[in-house]
């Protein structure tokens, strides 16, 4: 049997080393999964509480889903937009039934990367302006453009910007300047946006384009009426609104189908990706009538609206709707979330604990103080999988840890989990 040393040493002759896998020298080098497990070649099993960045959504290899995924694939495998599928159509409509307000047209790409940048592109032919503003801490993707969209200055690479993108300040309550309150917080998000339209732009705009909750920023939660604050001065610029729901989207807030709906406001465009498929390659842009049809002249996706990518995606939802898991989010991300606040109290590594339904993180510091501890956050994470549970990591000072299952984990394996950070909270403090 071929070694997980043979392995790595085969992945570093022939991979970009930019790709590094977490935990340093002794990644998982996985073999197969089912459900809330994975199992690495040497035959250890690991809680998946990450699923492959907030992606597997509803279970590894979840057997409803997996059905129905071969079924389209005997059936018909590839077309491309030229053609027109019914198991595209279907989807569509599934994502404008449950998706709010008027958002009614959807365009199907392979990723979030490419599903925001049809969000912009959408955005700019309609406004016919060029200039979006997004949040410093954001994440959109890995193209040059969904690079610029990032507030990141790790993730930011190649030395190429767009000059049309401009970044306002975050509303990140636990680093704003000392004794703020969340209000103060917001009015300092407020006259930080109107100052960024005065300055940096000529008064109008094509969007405004944010994450509900930033999800690589370290799963950082905006105060209540946030977004209620803000979206008035973007209309008033002339701007649409984009929701970024590619980690926030399909219950994984709890309680409602989409992040921003937790904020009572209505978007223009959404984005989606990741656990909107269960693991199969999909992005997809929801748009107004009056937007999408503004995207005049010749465009496609090739792998787009891919008929087994569709049915998947499509038996993903539905799957999600039969068991309710914006519902189970919510409760079991309640009982995560009280969890996590113990741990902050009897730790003084955790900085903040914060989040919504199945979205949750813990902000490692150094003891007593707010100076993130990165190393502390790597050994803790490290701590984790060496006893069997898999977290993220993230934010942009690298000690933002991230608590992300599956959207029908159940209560059994919530405690395992929470079990097993007590221990490595206790190892690492």
Not at 88 to 116: H, I, W
Not at 199 to 221: L, S, Y
Not at 413 to 419: G, H, R, Y
């Amino acid at each position: 049997m071929t070694t997980s040393a043979e392995i790595m040493e085969r992945y570093r002759q022939v991979m970009f080393p930019a790709a590094a896998p977490y935990h340093g020298d002794a990644p998982l080098i996985a073999d197969r999964a089912k459900d809330q497990y994975i199992w690495d070649v040497d035959g250890k099993r690991y809680l998946d509480f990450f699923g492959g960045i907030l992606t597997v959504s509803v279970g590894h290899c979840n057997d409803e889903i997996s059905e129905r995924t071969m079924a389209q694939l005997r059936k018909l495998q590839h077309t491309s937009t030229i053609y027109v599928n019914e198991s595209m159509v279907r989807l569509a409509e599934k994502v404008a039934e449950l998706t709010p307000g008027r958002l009614q047209k959807c365009f199907f790409t392979n990723s979030g990367t490419e599903a925001n940048e049809t969000a912009v592109l959408a955005a700019r032919m309609y406004t016919g302006n060029p200039i979006i503003i997004t949040l410093r801490h954001a994440y959109s993707g890995r193209s040059m453009l969904a690079m610029s969209l990032s507030a990141q200055g790790p993730w930011r690479l190649g030395g190429v910007v767009d000059p049309y993108v401009r970044h306002a300040r975050n509303p990140y309550t636990f680093r704003a300047p000392a004794g703020m309150s969340a209000e103060q917080v917001v009015d300092l998000c407020v006259a930080d946006l109107e100052e960024t339209i005065a300055t940096a732009t000529e008064g109008r705009i094509a969007a405004f384009m944010a994450e509900p909750i930033q999800g690589a920023g370290g799963f950082i939660v905006p105060p209540e009426d946030y977004f209620q604050r803000i979206l008035p001065i973007v209309r008033a610029a002339g701007g649409v609104f984009i929701s970024d729901e590619v980690q926030t989207g399909w219950g994984r807030t709890g309680g409602k189908w989409f992040g921003i709906e937790q904020w009572g406001v209505e978007p223009d465009i959404m984005t989606f990706a990741k656990g909107m498929g269960n693991g199969s390659p999909i992005g997809c842009t929801i748009a107004t009538p009056e937007i999408a049809d503004a995207v005049a002249g010749l465009t496609f996706s090739t792998f787009g609206g891919n008929p087994v990518t569709m049915a998947t995606t499509l038996a993903t939802i539905e799957y999600m709707e039969a068991h309710d898991t914006p519902t189970n989010c919510q409760v079991q991300g309640e009982s995560m979330a009280e969890k996590l606040a113990e741990f902050a109290a009897e730790f003084p590594i955790i900085g903040e604990a914060r989040g919504m339904g199945l979205m949750q993180a813990l902000e490692i510091v150094q003891p007593g103080g707010i100076e993130p501890d990165a190393a502390r956050t790597v050994a803790f994470v490290d701590a984790c999988k060496k006893k069997g549970l898999l977290l993220g990591k993230g934010g942009l000072y690298g000690n933002a840890v991230r608590i992300a299952p599956h959207l029908n984990v159940s209560a059994e394996d919530m405690d395992v989990a929470m079990d097993i950070i007590a221990g490595a909270l206790a190892e690492v403090s």
